[in-house]
């Protein structure tokens, strides 16, 4: 009954640890050297970019669905309905939102938005 519970060096995960970390001090004094801000942390934790960088401008008609402007915004669609939960506006993905509100969404992600004309 007085096993060790102790992991060895082969059996401790490390799975979540930044790439030469052997443990969380390693990751801490990664940190420190990069200057506090957790830069090493982030840039292992952030991955791949999956998501491209948005487009500078879109041009959009008068009403939009949430999952067409996530489209044009190049993100995903969650990431979207998060940010128009900050703005108090809750909605799926098949919701449609107005000009105002998906200029607001673009303004937060810096991108130029434009009304279509109607002819």
């Given at each position: 009954?007085?096993?060790?519970?102790?992991?060895?060096?082969?059996?401790?995960?490390?799975?979540?640890?930044?790439?030469?970390?052997?443990?969380?001090?390693?990751?801490?004094?990664?940190?420190?050297?990069?200057?506090?801000?957790?830069?090493?942390?982030?840039?292992?934790?952030?991955?791949?970019a999956?998501?491209?960088?948005?487009?500078?401008?879109?041009?959009?008609?008068?009403?939009?669905?949430?999952?067409?402007?996530?489209?044009?915004?190049?993100?995903?669609?969650?990431?979207?309905?998060?940010?128009?939960?900050?703005?108090?506006?809750?909605?799926c993905?098949?919701?449609?939102?107005?000009?105002?509100?998906?200029?607001?969404?673009?303004?937060?992600?810096?991108?130029?938005?434009?009304?279509?004309?109607?002819?």
């Amino acid at each position: 009954m007085d096993e060790d519970l102790t992991l060895s060096d082969s059996e401790k995960p490390r799975y979540l640890l930044p790439e030469g970390c052997q443990d969380l001090n390693d990751v801490i004094r990664l940190q420190e050297e990069a200057g506090g801000g957790g830069s090493a942390l982030k840039a292992h934790a952030s991955g791949p970019a999956s998501e491209s960088a948005p487009p500078v401008c879109i041009t959009i008609s008068g009403l939009v669905t949430v999952g067409a402007l996530a489209h044009l915004l190049q993100l995903k669609s969650y990431r979207l309905i998060c940010t128009l939960i900050k703005f108090k506006t809750f909605a799926c993905v098949t919701s449609v939102i107005s000009f105002d509100t998906a200029a607001k969404v673009c303004a937060y992600y810096g991108v130029a938005v434009h009304k279509a004309e109607d002819f």
